[in-house]
C-alpha cells in the first residue's frame, strides 16, 4: 500500500524548491509566450474563490504553454490608485499610501498560494513614481499631439458632501456615500480625444480573436452609424434646432421633437405657462444619472409650448423635453417618428402626440397601429417617395435632402471624448502647468515624474476642486516656458490611466530611460492570451486599444492591438447566484481551503464547478470529490511506480486516447471537462491495473504528465517518485498522441434474431461476413429455433439472423 497523499509537506516541498530554482527560465532560445491576467486593485477584503478562477485559468494556460517549449511571460501587478483604493482609506481612517501596500501585501501572499508561475521580478504598481512617470509620459505626449485638452463639462455632485462622484459613486441619482440626491456641476475637465481613433478602433476589431460578444458590445458602443443633420426652425422664431437622424426618409412621419434637459436651447423655449414645469424637469433630470436615465422603461417629458416646422412638409410639430435624450449624443435633439420607432411610439402614446405611418408591409395605411412598425415595407404618405420600397428610400433620400438643402449627410459615434480628470487625491498628478502668458504647458518630459504630494488630509475638499488644489507649496510653481509664475493643475488622472498601458510595462519595468525599449517591445510583445472578466469587456479594452495605437503611432511600439487573444472568464457566485460580497456575508475566503484541501485540490475545483467562460455557484461541497480523485490518482501511480511490465494494446490505446481527449478539451478551453476526464480516465487505468497484474510506466508518466499544469504540486512529487531528477515542467514536453494507436481492434456487435436483439459479441473489426455470421449463431445458442431464412451482417453495427 502507498504511503498517504500528504498535501501539507508536498505542496510545502515543492513551493520551496520553485522559488530555489523556478521552472521558467529564459534561455534565449525558445520562443516567448506572453499570457497576462487583468491585474487586480488591492482590496481591503483581499481574495476570495471568485479571485482565484481566473488566476488558475491563467496559470493552467501558462504551464501548457510552458510544456509545449515556450518561454513564458507571465507576471502580476497592482492597479493600486483610484477610487476603490482610496475610498477604502477613507473607511478605514488611513492614508492611501498606508492602505494600499498593506492590501497588497496581503493578497500577493494569497496570489502565492495559488502557486502559479507569476515572474514576480516583473512585478509593477501604477502608484510607484518609476511606473507613473511613464504614465504621465503618455499624457504629455497626447497633449503634444493635440489629443489632451480642457473642456468645461457637466459632472456628478453631492451637495451633502460637497464633491465630485464618479459615475460608479452614484446609485438609482443618490450619493453612494451619503444617500443624497445628486445634481450636476460643470468644471473644467482634462479631456482625451479617443474619438479620433474611433474609425480604427471599429475596423480593427476584424483581426481580433477575441469573443464576438465582446467585439459586438465595443462595435455598439463605438456606435458608428450614417445619417443626415437636418434643421427645424422654431415657429415665430429665427432659431432653429439642429437634428441626426439615421432614418431621414422618415422625415414625413416625424409628428414631434425631443431635446435634452441641458440642451442649449432647452430652457429658452419654454413658453411663459410652461416655465415652471419646464425648469423643474430640467432640475429632476439634472439629479440623475445618464446611466439611470438610458434605463428608465417608463418616458417622462414636458411640453415646452414652443414648435417646430418640419423642413420636408411645413407641419407644425411640439417641441418636448425628455430625459432619455443626452446632451452629449448627436446634437442632443431628435426628430421623433412614432409609428416606426418603440421608444416614440410609447412617448407618443403617453402624450397623445399624432402618429403618422409612412411605411407599410402591404403599402395600406393601418389606421390604428398597436405597436411602431419597424420592418422593410413601402413608403406611404411621403409626398414623391410614396411607392418607393423602404430600404430604396434609406439609401436614396439622404442624397436627395442634401441636394435640396434640406440636410446634410453625416456619420455619427456613440463614443465620446474620455473625460480624463478627477477632483481627488489618489491618482497620477496630471502633468500641465497653468500659466497666464502661455496657457496650459506640459512638465518637461526630463521632469517626470511629477510626484504626487504627502499629505495628511486627503478627504474630498467640498469645493468641487481635488485636495492637492489646497497645498499652495505644490500647486505655486513657475511656467516652464516663460520662467513667470504658474499653477499646477489638481485634478488627477483616473485609475483608468495606469491600466490602459501597464502590460506594456512588464518587460521592461525597471528601465528608467524608456517607457519599454525597442529591442524587448519587439521581443516580448504584444500579449497572446488575456484572461479577465468581461466586465471589463468595453472600456478597459477599448482605452487600452486606444494608448496602444496612440504609442504605435509615435513609434514606442511596432503593433496597433495590444492582445491578440481575449478569454473572459465567468464569474464565482454565492448561492442563488448572488455576486460575492463582504457586506452580504457570501464571501468564500481560499486560505481554509487551502490549509484543509491543498493548493492543488482547489485549483482544480475552480475549474471543475462548471464552463470556464459561465457564472458558477460555489458549492463547498464538491472539493471533496476532487480531493478524492487526487489520492486515488496518487495511490494508483505510487502502488504501480516500480511495476516491470510491457505495455498491453489497452494501455497503449488508453494512453492515446487520454492525450487526445484532455489535449483537445484544453485548446477549446472546456476546463471543467477536462478535469472530468481525467476522472474519468484514472478510472479506467485503476481497471486496468487490477486486470493486468499492474499499469506500464509510460501510461503513467503520460498522466502525471497531463495533470501537472493542472495539479503541480502533486505532480512534481509523483514525476520525482517515478524516477526523474528534473522538473515535470523542465524536460518533459506536452506528449502527443498517435491517431492510429487509438483505433478500436474489436467491436461490440447486436446480435439479432428476426430483428430482435437477443446478446452482444465482440469481434474484430475486420471480421468478414462469414466469421461475423457463424459467430453470430453461436452467441445465439439455444436461443437460435427454427429455419433460417435469411442472414443479415451489417459490418460493425449488427448481425440479424431471420427464421420461420
Not at 497633449?143 to 459615475?167: D, H, Q, R, V
Not at 493643475?489 to 525597471?510: C, H, I
Not at 504528465?705 to 528534473?726: D, M, V
Request: net charge negative; glycine share 6%.
Amino acid at each position: 500500500m502507498a504511503i498517504p497523499y500528504n498535501h501539507k509537506e508536498i505542496e510545502k516541498k515543492w513551493t520551496k524548491k520553485w522559488e530555489e530554482d523556478p521552472i521558467n527560465v529564459n534561455d534565449g532560445k525558445k520562443p516567448k509566450y506572453y499570457c497576462l491576467d487583468m491585474f487586480p486593485y488591492p482590496s481591503g477584503n483581499g481574495l476570495h474563490v471568485g479571485h482565484w478562477r481566473g488566476y488558475v485559468i491563467s496559470d493552467v494556460w501558462s504551464r501548457y504553454k510552458m510544456m509545449k517549449g515556450y518561454y513564458i511571460i507571465h507576471p502580476m501587478g497592482w492597479d493600486a490608485f483610484g477610487l476603490p483604493a482610496e475610498n477604502y482609506a477613507i473607511k478605514m481612517g488611513e492614508h492611501p499610501a498606508k492602505s494600499t501596500a498593506d492590501n497588497i501585501n496581503r493578497i500577493r501572499e494569497q496570489i502565492k498560494q495559488i502557486a502559479a508561475v507569476y515572474d514576480w521580478d516583473m512585478e509593477v504598481n501604477t502608484t510607484d513614481p518609476s511606473f507613473y512617470k511613464w504614465t504621465q509620459w503618455i499624457f504629455v505626449k497626447m497633449f503634444k499631439a493635440g489629443l489632451a485638452y480642457e473642456k468645461e463639462m457637466p459632472i456628478n455632485w453631492c451637495p451633502s458632501c460637497k464633491t465630485g462622484l464618479a459615475n460608479e459613486e452614484v446609485v438609482n441619482g443618490c450619493c453612494e456615500r451619503c444617500g443624497a440626491p445628486v445634481t450636476k456641476k460643470n468644471l473644467k475637465q482634462w479631456m482625451l480625444k479617443i474619438t479620433a481613433y474611433a474609425d480604427r478602433l471599429l475596423n480593427d476589431l476584424d483581426k481580433l480573436d477575441w469573443p464576438e460578444k465582446v467585439k459586438k458590445m465595443q462595435t455598439d458602443w463605438i456606435g458608428k452609424s450614417y445619417g443626415a443633420e437636418i434643421d427645424f426652425q422654431v415657429d415665430g422664431r429665427e432659431d432653429s434646432i439642429r437634428v441626426y437622424t439615421t432614418r431621414p426618409d422618415t422625415l414625413y412621419g416625424a409628428t414631434f421633437m425631443v431635446l435634452a434637459p441641458e440642451h442649449a436651447m432647452a430652457a429658452g423655449l419654454a413658453t411663459a405657462e410652461q416655465k415652471k414645469a419646464v425648469d423643474d424637469y430640467i432640475f429632476q433630470a439634472s439629479m440623475k444619472s445618464n446611466v439611470d436615465r438610458l434605463q428608465d422603461k417608463e418616458k417622462t417629458g414636458v411640453f415646452t409650448g414652443s414648435y417646430a416646422i418640419n423642413p420636408i412638409n411645413g407641419a407644425k410639430i411640439p417641441i418636448w423635453l425628455s430625459d432619455y435624450v443626452l446632451a452629449d449624443y448627436g446634437t442632443g435633439a431628435i426628430m421623433c417618428v412614432p409609428a416606426h420607432d418603440e421608444r416614440d411610439f410609447d412617448f407618443a402614446k403617453k402624450f397623445g402626440i399624432p402618429i403618422i405611418q409612412v411605411i407599410s408591409p402591404d403599402g395600406k395605411e393601418n389606421s390604428d397601429l398597436k405597436e411602431a412598425y419597424v420592418n422593410p415595407g413601402v413608403m406611404i404618405n411621403s409626398g414623391e417617395f410614396n411607392g418607393m420600397n423602404s430600404e430604396e428610400a434609406k439609401a436614396k433620400v439622404p442624397d436627395i435632402m442634401e441636394q435640396r438643402g434640406l440636410g446634410k449627410k453625416t456619420t455619427q459615434y456613440k463614443l465620446r471624448d474620455w473625460v480624463f480628470s478627477r477632483q481627488r487625491y489618489w491618482g497620477e498628478p496630471i502633468p500641465i502647468v497653468h500659466c497666464e502668458k502661455c496657457g496650459c504647458v506640459p512638465v518637461p518630459e526630463e521632469e517626470l515624474p511629477l510626484l504626487l504630494p504627502d499629505v495628511e488630509s486627503y478627504q474630498p475638499t467640498g469645493t468641487g476642486e481635488s485636495p492637492l488644489a489646497a497645498i499652495d507649496e505644490w500647486v505655486n510653481t513657475t511656467c516652464p516656458v516663460c520662467g513667470r509664475p504658474a499653477k499646477r493643475e489638481t485634478n488627477t488622472m483616473p485609475q483608468w490611466a495606469g491600466s490602459s498601458w501597464y502590460f506594456l510595462r512588464y518587460v521592461d519595468n525597471k528601465n528608467d530611460k524608456e517607457l519599454v525599449s525597442k529591442e524587448k517591445a519587439d521581443k516580448y510583445l504584444p500579449v497572446d492570451m488575456y484572461i479577465g472578466g468581461v466586465e471589463h469587456a468595453v472600456l478597459h479594452l477599448l482605452y487600452s486599444r486606444f494608448y496602444t495605437k496612440f504609442l504605435y503611432d509615435i513609434g514606442v511600439v511596432d503593433f496597433d492591438e495590444p492582445f491578440k487573444k481575449l478569454f473572459n472568464q465567468g464569474m464565482i457566485t454565492g448561492k442563488n447566484g448572488i455576486k460575492m460580497s463582504k457586506s452580504k456575508g457570501n464571501v468564500v475566503s481560499p486560505d481554509d481551503l487551502v490549509r484543509d484541501y491543498g493548493c492543488d485540490s482547489l485549483r482544480m475545483y475552480e475549474l471543475f464547478v462548471g464552463p470556464p467562460e459561465l457564472d458558477s455557484e460555489w458549492d463547498e461541497r464538491g472539493i471533496d470529490g476532487v480531493n478524492r480523485f487526487l489520492n486515488r490518482f496518487w495511490n494508483l501511480v505510487m502502488d504501480n511506480k516500480d511495476a516491470d511490465m510491457t505495455p498491453t494494446k489497452e494501455m497503449e490505446k488508453l494512453r492515446h486516447k487520454m492525450i487526445y481527449d484532455i489535449t483537445t478539451r484544453l485548446e477549446s478551453f472546456s476546463l471543467n471537462t477536462v478535469v472530468s476526464g481525467f476522472m474519468e480516465y484514472n478510472n479506467k487505468m485503476i481497471d486496468l491495473a487490477k486486470k493486468n497484474g499492474g499499469m506500464d510506466k509510460k501510461t503513467l508518466e503520460t498522466a502525471v504528465t497531463l495533470l501537472a499544469p493542472f495539479a503541480p504540486h502533486i505532480c512534481e512529487e509523483l514525476w520525482s517518485q517515478l524516477g526523474h531528477e528534473t522538473s515535470v515542467f523542465v524536460d518533459n514536453t506536452w506528449p502527443e498522441c498517435d491517431e492510429s494507436k487509438m483505433a478500436d481492434d474489436e467491436k461490440e456487435i447486436a446480435v439479432q434474431m428476426n430483428g430482435k436483439t437477443r446478446c452482444v459479441v465482440t469481434l474484430p473489426v475486420d471480421i468478414d461476413k462469414e466469421s461475423a455470421l457463424k459467430a453470430g449463431k453461436e452467441a445465439l445458442g439455444d436461443k437460435l429455433s427454427g429455419t433460417i431464412v435469411k442472414e443479415i451482417y451489417v459490418p460493425g453495427r449488427i448481425i440479424n439472423i431471420v427464421v420461420k
